[in-house]
């Protein structure tokens, strides 16, 4: 047995981010920038009224009291064609170029116009520069807009947009394929004879894999048969960039799948028993000429849903070029003692927690063990992290893996 | 001037969610269920096996010393053909039927195989039940799968796919459309004429949007002409669920978005200035014969976001039906002293949030306010709610509502 730390480390150890490649802006949402980005334009690229109101020259208005001439409008989009002389002003709209001559922008509820002697009124004094966004300002001609390794969310995405970028190199997202293996599996919504179930692990990894922003590749349930999972196995590494099979991994008679892996892996590929509960059978390997990594994870559906979270989803963020592989985790306090029983592995629970009025993460709840109750785990939020001992007081903090940062909130809203 | 608070309980006060319609479940990832949902297979379906080992009779294993005669064995996915006599035993596969006659299985490690005579010996007691998954011990029928209400994450499609269901019953996900109005703005990459700024609301928008789990509706950039801006809104108040627009909404001559919003949303629609810094005008009305709630956001890209944190999103997850509407916040301490001048309105600023050793957010840095400097955004992951003051000392919390949960980790990973 070997403990969770070690085989992750095994799994994470080679890996490295995916060929970086151009993509749309729209197709980069949530990929990772390959490249340092420099900006080639200034931002804003002129001078520009921040409001609504009048451009004029601050010295006009020294005194704290002026009234000037109403020379004309600016609209957002006009060239600047106008020059403000002394003793005038021009009408401004927000994002409307500065005209030459102004040097500042009084807002318009500081004004009093009259229309009759086509005047306006100003009783203070406005400093140089007021309302006035200055070309640059924004962003300079060189500055780094995005680095290398940051995730491109909507506002860096905004952000590159407004630079005339319409593409961006960033790192592939990964293509992950996933399979289940079982005589006993069906897929369809038909009626089930006695001895089969249906198959739970497929449907709930490629939404995994969806949230996580990764491009599954469904190749479905094969047999229990050595020669079959072998060639799927050998197929689908040359299409994908990883892979995930459930089920084959621990000591039935036809538990094909850690020999195949170990068999494609080659000498770097390890059939392990993890000190953990629930997951403790886990193969992995790299296999095919591009040596994908293949996860030969457990058949039980809440085991398998703890070996993704372990070591699955850290590795794929890194293929992905990921800087945090991690989920959040906290330390977060246990409103009611949590038994276990000491036997030398890491127990890994799931749990409802929320944040309280002393602003910590407390467990408010823990789902009750048993590996195949995947219904039970539906609506936990959190992966407690139990090391080995005989059980955990209330009021101690344990570590806790946080699934869904919203149902953290301190309460639902009312609708 | 009115409040945040007054604003959003405008926005959100007879909002309801969208209709519900039948969607597969890969469709309905991250939409909520309409209905509860109830079970109609048990599951497992049958007893059987959690371990490879073997089915027997605990009471042949009562003297804690066993020698079993092996009759054949049994795979997950076989019909469970053998009947278990009276000091027999079965070798059994995970998940394979528990043979009629056994009541338990021992697994293989603790078994001694004799294949010479065809036996297992066993040194122990094997309780009644023991490795055993009763038919319904995970869900049994009737039982709630899913509740009304509940978000369809990709475990929740699971235990949807392990009963046989291909669709489900979900709220829409909202089709929201966004507008960008503005004659200075251009949307494609060529050169910019002087006074032409690039578009980045519109492309952040619809990444916010995409993040968010709604559908995004490109409508593109308007001119600043009311009659065109009112048949956009009306001609797109028929094909979405809620549109989204920029620029117009403030004080300026050809700000006409507001009068369009106020005039097509009726005595409901409301053109407001807000007690927010940034954020300031907003616009909110419902129009056409759908009553869409249409957003008249201001056109700083900035003040964008923060109308768009504070009162778009949570109207768009009430439309989409979740329960919670808010992002995650919490009361974070402040590492640094925070200035702020006391001018009556609640300021929002975006910081970068950490979780410390002491298992609370921490506010590490801020971003200089600025209502235009959407680069300065880019990996804020926080909002920061300063309530009207002369600014706030280290080491005080504030409230932060935190815009990437995973951004918040500790420290990033090595790779």
Same mark, same amino acid.
């Given at each position: 047995?070997?403990?969770?730390?070690?085989?992750?480390?095994?799994?994470?150890?080679?890996?490295?981010?995916?060929?970086?490649?151009?993509?749309?802006?729209?197709?980069?949402?949530?990929?990772?920038?390959?490249?340092?980005?420099?900006?080639?334009?200034?931002?804003?690229?002129?001078?520009?009224?921040?409001?609504?109101?009048?451009?004029? @020259?601050? +010295?006009?208005?020294? !005194? =704290?009291?002026?009234?000037?001439?109403?020379? &004309? *409008? %600016?609209?957002? /989009?006009?060239?600047?064609?106008?020059?403000?002389?002394?003793?005038?002003?021009?009408?401004?709209?927000?994002?409307?170029?500065?005209?030459?001559?102004?040097?500042?922008?009084?807002?318009?509820?500081?004004?009093?116009?009259?229309?009759?002697?086509?005047?306006?009124?100003?009783?203070?004094?406005?400093?140089?520069?007021?309302?006035?966004?200055?070309?640059?300002?924004?962003?300079?001609?060189?500055?780094?807009?995005?680095?290398?390794?940051?995730?491109?969310?909507?506002?860096?995405?905004?952000?590159?947009?407004?630079?005339?970028?319409?593409?961006?190199?960033?790192?592939?997202?990964? @293509?992950? +394929?996933?399979?289940? !293996? =079982?005589?006993?599996?069906?897929?369809?919504? &038909? *009626? %089930?004879?006695? /001895?089969?179930?249906?198959?739970?692990?497929?449907?709930?990894?490629?939404?995994?894999?969806?949230?996580?922003?990764?491009?599954?590749?469904?190749?479905?349930?094969?047999?229990?048969?050595?020669?079959?999972?072998?060639?799927?196995?050998?197929?689908?590494?040359?299409?994908?960039?990883?892979?995930?099979?459930?089920?084959?991994?621990?000591?039935?008679?036809?538990?094909?799948?850690?020999?195949?892996?170990?068999?494609?892996?080659?000498?770097?590929?390890?059939?392990?028993?993890?000190?953990?509960?629930?997951?403790?059978?886990?193969?992995?390997?790299?296999?095919?000429?591009?040596?994908?990594?293949?996860?030969?994870?457990?058949?039980?559906?809440?085991?398998?849903?703890?070996?993704?979270? %372990?070591?699955?989803?850290?590795?794929?963020?890194?293929?992905?070029?990921?800087?945090?592989?991690?989920?959040?985790?906290?330390?977060?306090?246990?409103?009611?003692?949590?038994?276990?029983?000491?036997?030398?592995?890491?127990?890994?629970?799931?749990?409802?927690?929320?944040?309280?009025?002393?602003?910590?993460?407390?467990?408010?709840?823990?789902?009750?063990?048993?590996?195949?109750?995947?219904?039970?785990?539906?609506?936990?939020?959190?992966?407690?992290?139990?090391?080995?001992?005989?059980?955990?007081?209330?009021?101690?903090?344990?570590?806790?893996?946080?699934?869904?940062?919203?149902?953290?909130?301190?309460?639902?809203?009312?609708?």
């Amino acid at each position: 047995m070997i403990d969770v730390e070690e085989a992750k480390r095994f799994v994470l150890s080679e890996l490295l981010a995916l060929p970086s490649t151009g993509m749309t802006l729209v197709d980069a949402l949530g990929c990772v920038a390959s490249d340092e980005i420099l900006a080639h334009e200034a931002v804003p690229g002129f001078a520009n009224s921040s409001m609504d109101g009048f451009a004029l @020259r601050s +010295a006009d208005t020294a !005194t =704290g009291q002026a009234t000037l001439i109403v020379a &004309g *409008a %600016l609209l957002a /989009g006009d060239a600047p064609s106008r020059y403000v002389e002394p003793r005038h002003a021009v009408r401004i709209m927000t994002g409307a170029p500065l005209p030459e001559g102004a040097d500042c922008v009084c807002m318009i509820e500081q004004t009093v116009v009259d229309s009759d002697t086509g005047t306006v009124a100003i009783s203070r004094s406005v400093p140089v520069g007021e309302n006035v966004r200055y070309a640059g300002e924004d962003v300079k001609v060189g500055q780094t807009l995005v680095g290398a390794g940051d995730e491109l969310d909507a506002i860096r995405l905004g952000v590159l947009a407004g630079q005339g970028f319409a593409t961006v190199s960033a790192v592939s997202r990964p @293509r992950v +394929a996933v399979i289940s !293996t =079982g005589n006993e599996l069906v897929s369809s919504g &038909g *009626a %089930l004879r006695y /001895g089969e179930i249906r198959d739970t692990n497929r449907p709930t990894l490629l939404g995994l894999l969806r949230e996580a922003g990764c491009t599954p590749i469904d190749v479905g349930a094969v047999r229990d048969e050595y020669d079959v999972i072998r060639s799927t196995f050998e197929r689908i590494a040359e299409e994908c960039d990883a892979i995930i099979s459930t089920g084959g991994v621990s000591v039935g008679d036809v538990d094909h799948v850690k020999g195949v892996i170990t068999e494609l892996g080659g000498t770097d590929a390890r059939s392990m028993q993890v000190a953990v509960r629930p997951g403790k059978p886990f193969a992995f390997g790299r296999i095919g000429s591009r040596r994908v990594p293949a996860f030969g994870l457990p058949g039980n559906p809440v085991s398998t849903r703890v070996s993704y979270e %372990l070591f699955v989803r850290p590795a794929l963020r890194m293929l992905g070029g990921h800087r945090a592989i991690e989920r959040l985790s906290v330390d977060a306090v246990l409103d009611e003692a949590l038994k276990r029983s000491s036997d030398g592995k890491l127990h890994v629970v799931h749990a409802c927690a929320r944040i309280h009025d002393d602003g910590r993460v407390h467990i408010e709840s823990v789902v009750r063990p048993g590996s195949h109750l995947m219904s039970a785990v539906a609506g936990a939020n959190a992966l407690l992290m139990l090391p080995n001992s005989d059980g955990i007081a209330r009021g101690e903090t344990v570590r806790a893996i946080i699934l869904s940062a919203e149902a953290l909130a301190r309460r639902d809203e009312a609708r």
